[in-house]
């Protein structure tokens, strides 16, 4: 069947479904983009994830070395021997027999330990586990670094002060067999600041840290290294050092820099919060091409399918969408009498047919438009009176009406036209009608961005928006423009009105505030007879009555309650604000107004629970002596110096029962420590107070948590049970409130650095 036989509107469907087809090739591009940079993410998080398992456990294990250090100073065999002084050229045989003895243990529970030694400097010997070298230079021919004499070792090493120090790799030569080795070295005793007494230096293979490296070698073809704070390499799995110092652009490590890629090469780095050590890994970006070809191959099989069947589908669809087209075709040559001409295609003619509904679709399109002025209207009169809440909600209207404004910042203000006081007659009502009309055209010449709206039949509202933070009162840029305005409505069409301008509003939702302010100045100018330009302001200086609402009282109250003075002294100067410098008070007005603040702190003094018989008096003296004779920065300085008084009583007493609070928390854990229930909800429950209070408090009092503080007290206490060697460790376990041997073994070793049974038997 050839290709024309098929009607023209199947083949148009059919050209427009295979085109539509494409859509699944682009779908498969993207998902093969979108897999391929999930299999990276994937990539690099597992990486990261081996980093941070291998920074973990290296930081654990050298924290067991440290430990073991620790250890050895806190041996009072080993302190006594370091301390004794060699007389006649004899040792102390014994001691140093035992001590050989006591430390082989350690090296045959830690494999981090099966290489190190301790120099005493007063015996000028050498303590391994093995065997005691009474001349270090016997120690040095068998255990020396490659390249180093036994001047430098000993400067290095045996007469040097070590606090923590770890050497990087170096090759090292231990009998007659080599390999590299880090050093970690401690000087004994622990807070050596000059020539120690003594050095422990342990000895680690590389190979022991490069085993825990090494799976991201083998498992992706690449390489790591570690470096520490000073950029000496560490230790290094699958490339040489001469090869890291020529390594560009590494990553610091830190939170926002630690994946780079460089010539092919993924770098990956993370930083030790603890040591400052950076761990980097670096993977050829071939390994991670080769899982995204299997997806690019997935992604091809199942893109193919689909265009096959979108094929099928886009045949019977377009059969199935012409054939009603078709009809409707010649529904219009039967039914209305016309053929279709030659050129024009199926769509024209249909087009064509239905020219009149398009008329009538204009014809509404208009008198929705005639509507628009009905609905801005509306919305600038729901803004006045605070309708609109919401942000969304004003941007929502702003686009719906065809609003355009500067910013959020502006004035608003009410013109009414004067010399009208009978709006109820007809003939008025039409007068005032076309004065409103006027008003609106002239100020729209005047300022085409003013949102004006009828309010009443003598006021007219208008909003003026601002892209900065507009001046008020006389002067301002309004100012001088509501002037022109006024000299010009009287000129040409002696109309005499009146302006009320409320303050400046900062956000759109303030507008009906200022729309208040405006409804006062007007007010007030009738009232006054005033004729021209009313501030809201100026209508305030005028105000016989001070302004101190209860809701203005019962902050402050609640402020100096809580012991927040600056919070205090704030909400001071906003009430002195209104009352001292919008307001012209008489003096009446301003003595009622400082009785009115005299008996808020009253209200406060007289509540006994913040303070004693002897500070109330004192307060309630100082309060007296205030005077309203006294200026308006005067009697604030009186004022705030009275209230940093009370916050300072109520601050020290709070202060004093919540130390009361944790010295029974502490009395209450010394006396049930023992108790494996023991739970910060017993704990508020014995002592009254919300659990989240506790907690919070003990923090702040002690600088530590509550659990970690209770932790130390049953470990300090399984310690000294561990030394009196009676109680098995199962026993002890019990006393000191744990459920099981594990969870105790698992704690005791997080705190001491070591297991119950090593603590116990170097105890003893």
């Known amino acids: 069947m050839k290709w024309h036989s098929f009607s023209p509107i199947f083949r148009n469907f059919l050209i427009s479904y295979v085109i539509v087809l494409l859509i699944p090739l682009i779908a498969g591009y993207a998902s093969?983009?979108?897999?391929?940079?999930?299999?990276?993410?994937?990539?690099?998080?597992?990486?990261?994830?081996?980093?941070?398992?291998?920074?973990?456990?290296?930081?654990?294990?050298?924290?067991?070395?440290?430990?073991?250090?620790?250890?050895?100073?806190?041996?009072?065999?080993?302190?006594?021997?370091?301390?004794?002084?060699?007389?006649?050229?004899?040792?102390?045989?014994?001691?140093?027999?035992?001590?050989?003895?006591?430390?082989?243990?350690?090296?045959q529970t830690n494999d981090y330990l099966s290489n190190f030694y301790i120099y005493m400097s007063n015996y000028n010997v050498i303590i391994t586990p093995k065997s005691i070298y009474h001349r270090p230079e016997h120690f040095f021919e068998l255990n020396h670094y490659k390249g180093m004499t036994f001047s430098q070792w000993e400067e290095t090493l045996l007469n040097k002060n070590h606090q923590n120090e770890i050497i990087p790799q170096r090759p090292f030569i231990r009998n007659k067999q080599e390999s590299t080795v880090i050093t970690f070295a401690q000087s004994l005793p622990l807070n050596s600041f000059n020539k120690p007494m003594a050095n422990v230096v342990v000895l680690i293979d590389e190979e022991k840290i490069g085993n825990l490296l090494g799976n991201i070698f083998k498992q992706y073809g690449g390489w790591s290294f570690i470096t520490d704070n000073k950029s000496n390499t560490l230790v290094s799995n699958g490339i040489k050092e001469q090869d890291i110092t020529k390594?560009?652009?590494?990553?610091?490590?830190?939170?926002?820099?630690?994946?780079?890629?460089?010539?092919?090469?993924?770098?990956?780095?993370?930083?030790?919060?603890?040591?400052?050590?950076?761990?980097?890994?670096?993977?050829?970006?071939?390994?991670?091409?080769?899982?995204?070809?299997?997806?690019?191959?997935?992604?091809?099989?199942?893109?193919?399918?689909?265009?096959?069947?979108?094929?099928?589908?886009?045949?019977?669809?377009?059969?199935?969408?012409?054939?009603?087209?078709?009809?409707?075709?010649?529904?219009?040559?039967?039914?209305?009498?016309?053929?279709?001409?030659?050129?024009?295609?199926?769509?024209?003619?249909?087009?064509?047919?239905?020219?009149?509904?398009?008329?009538?679709?204009?014809?509404?399109?208009?008198?929705?438009?005639?509507?628009?002025?009905?609905?801005?209207?509306?919305?600038?009169?729901?803004?006045?009176?605070?309708?609109?809440?919401?942000?969304?909600?004003?941007?929502a209207a702003f686009s719906q009406t065809g609003i355009e404004v500067k910013g959020e910042y502006g004035y608003l203000g009410i013109i009414k036209i004067n010399g009208y006081s009978d709006s109820n007659r007809e003939e008025i009502i039409q007068e005032l009608s076309v004065?409103?009309?006027?008003?609106?055209?002239?100020?729209?010449?005047?300022?085409?961005?003013?949102?004006?709206?009828?309010?009443?039949?003598?006021?007219?509202?208008?909003?003026?928006?601002?892209?900065?933070?507009?001046?008020?009162?006389?002067?301002?840029?309004?100012?001088?423009?509501?002037?022109?305005?006024?000299?010009?409505?009287?000129?040409?069409?002696?109309?005499?009105?009146?302006?009320?301008?409320?303050?400046?509003?900062?956000?759109?939702?303030?507008i009906s505030q200022s729309f208040d302010e405006a409804k006062q100045a007007i007010e007030y100018a009738v009232y006054r007879g005033d004729i021209g330009i009313i501030w809201h302001q100026d209508t305030i200086r005028d105000t016989a009555m001070y302004d101190y609402p209860i809701d203005l009282e019962q902050r402050l109250l609640n402020t100096l309650k809580a012991g927040e003075i600056e919070e205090g002294k704030r909400i001071l100067m906003q009430l002195f604000t209104r009352n001292f410098v919008e307001r012209e008070l008489q003096y009446e007005m301003k003595e009622r107004l400082?009785?009115?603040?005299?008996?808020?702190?009253?209200?406060?003094?007289?509540?006994?629970?913040?303070?004693?018989?002897?500070?109330?008096?004192?307060?309630?003296?100082?309060?007296?002596?205030?005077?309203?004779?006294?200026?308006?920065?005067?009697?604030?300085?009186?004022?705030?110096?009275?209230?940093?008084?009370?916050c300072d009583m109520i601050m020290k007493k709070k202060f004093e029962l919540h130390h009361e609070t944790v010295r029974e928390v502490i009395q209450f854990v010394a006396k049930e420590f023992g108790d494996a229930n023991l739970t910060l909800y017993h704990i508020a429950d014995k002592?009254?107070?919300?659990?989240?209070?506790?907690?919070?408090?003990?923090?702040?009092?002690?600088?530590?948590?509550?659990?970690?503080?209770?932790?130390r007290i049953r470990i300090d206490h399984a310690s000294a049970l561990l030394v009196e060697?009676?109680?098995?460790?199962?026993?002890?376990?019990?006393?000191?409130?744990?459920?099981?041997?594990?969870?105790?073994?698992?704690?005791?070793?997080?705190?001491?650095?070591?297991?119950?049974?090593?603590?116990?038997?170097?105890?003893?």
């Open 435 to 510: 004065a409103r009309i006027i008003i609106r055209q002239a100020l729209h010449e005047l300022d085409s961005e003013f949102l004006i709206t009828d309010w009443g039949t003598d006021k007219i509202a208008i909003i003026h928006f601002q892209d900065s933070e507009p001046k008020t009162g006389q002067g301002s840029e309004i100012d001088s423009v509501m002037k022109q305005f006024i000299d010009n409505a009287y000129a040409k069409f002696h109309l005499s009105i009146n302006i009320g301008i409320g303050l400046p509003f900062q956000h759109l939702r303030d």
């Open 247 to 395: 390594l560009t652009n590494i990553p610091s490590g830190e939170s926002e820099d630690k994946i780079r890629m460089h010539d092919g090469v993924l770098l990956i780095s993370i930083r030790s919060d603890l040591s400052g050590w950076v761990y980097t890994a670096g993977i050829p970006q071939k390994s991670l091409m080769e899982k995204a070809d299997k997806i690019k191959y997935l992604t091809g099989v199942f893109t193919a399918a689909a265009l096959l069947l979108g094929l099928l589908i886009g045949l019977v669809l377009a059969y199935r969408n012409s054939a009603p087209i078709n009809r409707l075709l010649t529904v219009f040559s039967e039914q209305v009498g016309l053929e279709r001409g030659k050129g024009r295609n199926e769509y024209d003619f249909i087009t064509g047919n239905i020219s009149n509904l398009i008329v009538s679709n204009k014809l509404l399109k208009t008198e929705l438009d005639d509507q628009l002025p009905l609905l801005r209207d509306a919305f600038i009169k729901r803004l006045l009176v605070g309708e609109i809440h919401s942000k969304q909600e004003i941007g």
């Open 32 to 107: 093969y983009r979108t897999s391929l940079n999930f299999a990276e993410s994937m990539f690099i998080e597992n990486s990261l994830m081996t980093l941070n398992q291998t920074k973990e456990i290296l930081e654990q294990r050298f924290a067991e070395v440290e430990g073991f250090t620790k250890q050895l100073a806190i041996n009072e065999d080993l302190r006594q021997l370091i301390s004794e002084r060699k007389k006649d050229n004899r040792y102390n045989v014994y001691g140093l027999w035992k001590t050989a003895r006591d430390i082989t243990s350690y090296s």
């Open 725 to 764: 060697n009676v109680l098995t460790i199962d026993q002890i376990t019990v006393l000191v409130g744990y459920n099981s041997a594990h969870s105790f073994r698992r704690a005791f070793k997080r705190v001491k650095g070591v297991s119950p049974s090593a603590f116990r038997n170097s105890a003893n």
């Open 594 to 646: 400082i009785i009115e603040l005299k008996g808020t702190l009253l209200k406060l003094i007289d509540q006994k629970a913040y303070h004693d018989e002897t500070f109330a008096e004192k307060v309630k003296d100082q309060i007296v002596q205030v005077q309203p004779t006294d200026g308006a920065t005067l009697l604030r300085g009186k004022f705030e110096a009275i209230m940093k008084e009370i």
């Open 687 to 711: 002592i009254g107070r919300p659990e989240k209070d506790i907690s919070q408090l003990f923090k702040e009092h002690t600088g530590e948590n509550l659990f970690d503080y209770l932790e």
